[in-house]
């Protein structure tokens, strides 16, 4: 590596560029959020920067509160059906040989390389009213009223338009996003450590349990952070696969620039989700600096 | 959990549950494309019930100008941001590889916070940006693009740079230090020497740009102008409207095309990690 002062005109050629571009088209729309943010709705367009914190104060009014909470528990309970979905997927390609586990990985990652609202209309096609499973199901209840038991008519289940869909819909997009990271960590582990817990009488499970996720932990914590931060943020799903009642912060986000037109309390949530996002990655860094430590013999 | 048999101890893919575990995780993962692409070739309306075989949802989808113009706009942006990406993405990496200079760490972590940021906040700050600016609303196709384009490249050669610093890390300095001492101007080592060594790291990295790119809904939303559409922007209209196979037949074009895009990554990542 080279002081950039010994050759100042190269140095300046290669990081011009993209360090204007970021510049201008992310640091200056940010500032603009966040000046909004603590800005005033003056007239129709107009907002005045007033340095209020009443967007914010907004923020926390019953109705907003029921959003963010409803947004972070239904983030939450992806996040864990993630981690306890993909845990064994992450065990058995730790452990296959070098073939098996290229395949897996291509299989895990595919789906998360294809359009995110071709995914999400996929899973739509499947569960609506007249979808695939309702539609096998009312098949399986007539073969059985045929066969002459009382089965009554049948009601489809309402598989969609409520927090039940949502919570399908988000593990559907993020179980790579918990893959992934998982299968970094369990990969890196001394498989030694496993091989003398299960010969000194541990079961699989005992094993798991006390020498795997131990181990692994700061791997799962970077899983949960990393699955979690988009769950919470997420837009399209919640937006098509929810009712009127499950709205997620994004959905909020979106109507204020949109709808109802108040960009000062749309760009204040905003940040309020920038702020979370960026605190959970910070603690993330901060375990991963003391994981690093721990690891370092 | 643990039943003994004939296998070793650590082989979990063999054992039973475990292979019952990763055929229902894949099942969940497919089963909704494979019907989606399925349904495509249904001649049926109903889209449950399958009435045989037929090509006439893809011969409607490129009848439909709309979406047909859709698709080329996802294609055309996908492009564009993949090429300013690859120039932008390694650029950066060769920064960050060759020079130390003040405010390097925050630097770097701040240039790769378009990669974290949710999606929201990017998009309503795209908005917000394009429309104090006074960004030109009525460019004349397909200038109209512009602004997705922009935001495109923003959020995607952050992910380029990543790609293509990876590659570099494997290679070794010396090379280019011989190429100077030969009497190359810092200039020609890079067209020459380093370029060439990054190369398998720009093919992938431009893959990826291509693929983000033709998979962002998000902040196509919010950055394209009134009169512009995108593919997914066109397919959310009409998955609100109504389920018909023509959409189906879109989206199959896509998934083909994005598969192609990732085996074409994947190889040429393998490439990467096995010569350095």
């Not at chain 1, 692994?216 to 949960?224: C, E, R, S, T, V």
């Not at chain 2, 959409?247 to 990542?269: C, G, K, P, W, Y």
């Amino acid at each position: 590596m080279q002081d950039w002062r010994e050759d100042k005109t190269f140095f300046r050629a290669t990081i011009a560029l993209p360090v204007i571009w970021f510049m201008i088209f992310f640091v200056v729309p940010m500032a603009m959020v966040w000046a909004y943010s603590v800005g005033e709705n003056v007239g129709p367009v107009e907002v005045a920067i007033t340095g209020t914190f009443s967007n914010y104060a907004k923020a926390f009014s019953p109705e907003v509160l029921k959003v963010m909470g409803d947004s972070v528990v239904l983030a939450m309970v992806t996040t864990l059906i993630c981690l306890v979905v993909a845990f064994p997927v992450a065990l058995a390609m730790t452990f296959a040989d070098e073939k098996q586990k290229t395949w897996l990985l291509l299989l895990i990652m595919l789906p998360f390389w294809t359009n995110l609202l071709i995914r999400t209309y996929a899973l739509i096609a499947v569960m609506r009213t007249s979808g695939v499973i309702n539609s096998g199901l009312e098949g399986l209840h007539g073969l059985l009223a045929l066969t002459g038991m009382q089965m009554g008519t049948f009601e489809p289940l309402p598989l969609l338009y409520n927090k039940f869909a949502v919570v399908v819909g988000l593990v559907y997009v993020h179980l790579p996003f918990m893959v992934l990271p998982l299968y970094a960590a369990l990969d890196r582990l001394d498989k030694s450590l496993i091989e003398a817990s299960l010969d000194l009488g541990a079961g699989h499970l005992e094993t798991i349990r006390r020498i795997i996720v131990p181990l692994a932990a700061p791997g799962i914590a970077a899983g949960l952070v990393i699955t979690f931060i988009p769950a919470l943020g997420a837009y399209l799903t919640p937006d098509l696969l929810g009712g009127p009642d499950d709205l997620m912060i994004a959905s909020l986000i979106e109507r204020q620039f949109k709808r109802a037109n108040d960009w000062p309390f749309g760009a204040a949530l905003s940040f309020i989700l920038m702020y979370i996002t960026l605190i959970f990655f910070a603690i993330r860094a901060f375990m991963e600096r003391k994981g690093g430590k721990v690891g370092a013999h | 959990m643990a039943k003994k048999v004939a296998r070793a101890p650590l082989d979990y893919l063999n054992m039973p549950a475990m292979k019952a575990w990763l055929a229902g995780v894949f099942i969940f993962l497919y089963t909704p494309l494979m019907i989606l692409i399925l349904f495509s070739f249904n001649d049926s309306k109903a889209n449950i019930v399958w009435k045989g075989f037929t090509f006439k949802w893809y011969v409607k989808a490129f009848e439909n100008t709309q979406l047909r113009e859709a698709l080329f706009n996802s294609l055309l942006i996908a492009g564009v941001c993949t090429v300013i990406s690859v120039v932008l993405g390694a650029l950066m990496a060769f920064a960050f590889w060759r020079f130390k200079f003040p405010f390097k760490g925050p630097l770097e972590s701040g240039m790769s916070l378009p990669i974290v940021v949710p999606e929201i906040c990017f998009g309503v700050a795209v908005l917000m940006f394009f429309a104090k600016v006074g960004f030109p609303n009525d460019l004349p196709y397909p200038f109209n693009l512009t602004q997705i384009i922009l935001a495109h490249v923003t959020f995607a050669f952050p992910f380029v740079a990543i790609v293509v610093r990876a590659r570099l890390e494997g290679f070794n300095p010396e090379l280019e230090a011989a190429a100077l001492d030969l009497g190359a101007s810092p200039f020609q080592a890079f067209r020459d020497v380093i370029i060439p060594h990054m190369k398998p790291g720009l093919i992938a990295g431009g893959l990826l740009a291509f693929t983000l790119s033709l998979d962002d809904f998000v902040i196509t939303f919010f950055a394209s102008g009134p009169g512009t559409i995108t593919f997914p922007v066109k397919v959310y209209s009409m998955v609100r409207f109504s389920v018909t196979p023509e959409v189906n037949a879109a989206s199959t074009i896509i998934i083909l095309i994005t598969v192609v895009a990732t085996v074409l990554a994947l190889r040429a990542q393998a490439a990467t990690t096995k010569e350095s």
